[in-house]
């Protein structure tokens, strides 16, 4: 049986080929004829959907992976994972690397190539995190998304509330009945 696996860190990821369906689509035209997908981060320990997949994986059955930081992106957890299905007679298809073999020279590559998926993630952490700190120094910075709706969108909201339903509110200003809630009891 061919397997296929696929993730993203996000629900929102979709950028530079790694979408869900983007993946997926890679993993059908190369042979997959059952895939599994997750949306967790790679350093997260619990991603259900592999999980599901290690229990159905038999001796001669294959696993295809786009990239191998879909699989692990930590080196330890990326090489114990590859060690034990490779130990299973388990063939693994990395789409942009090619089959893992259990050979001193496969043993390296794979190693290097999961040390730099690490690496490459602890960069994309130190990069977030500076960019953090450069934008907290500015004024007027606030953590986290920003406001759906102005102070004035959200002022005029609750005006209106006192002639209409927050159904109808609901409808004329598109904003959330716990939105206006929140709104409502802020200003009183």
Known sequence: MI????RVSTAGQAK?????EAQERLLRENGALEIFSDCFSGMRGEKPQLKALLGKLNKGDTLIVTKLDRIARSAIDGIRLVD??????????????????NSTTGKLIRNVFFAFA????DLIIERTQTG?????TKAG???????KYTAEQL???????????YKEVEEMMKISKSTLQRAKRTRT
């Open 118 to 121: 690490e690496f490459e993630r």
């Open 16 to 20: 530079d080929g790694n979408g869900l």
């Open 132 to 136: 953090k700190a450069i934008a907290r």
């Open 84 to 101: 034990g299905l490779i130990e299973c007679d388990v063939k693994i298809n990395i789409l942009n690397l090619g089959v893992l073999s």
């Open 3 to 6: 397997y296929g696996y696929a």
């Open 155 to 165: 002022r005029h909201a609750v005006e209106l509330l006192e002639n209409h339903t």
């Open 141 to 147: 910075y606030r953590e986290g998304r920003p406001k």
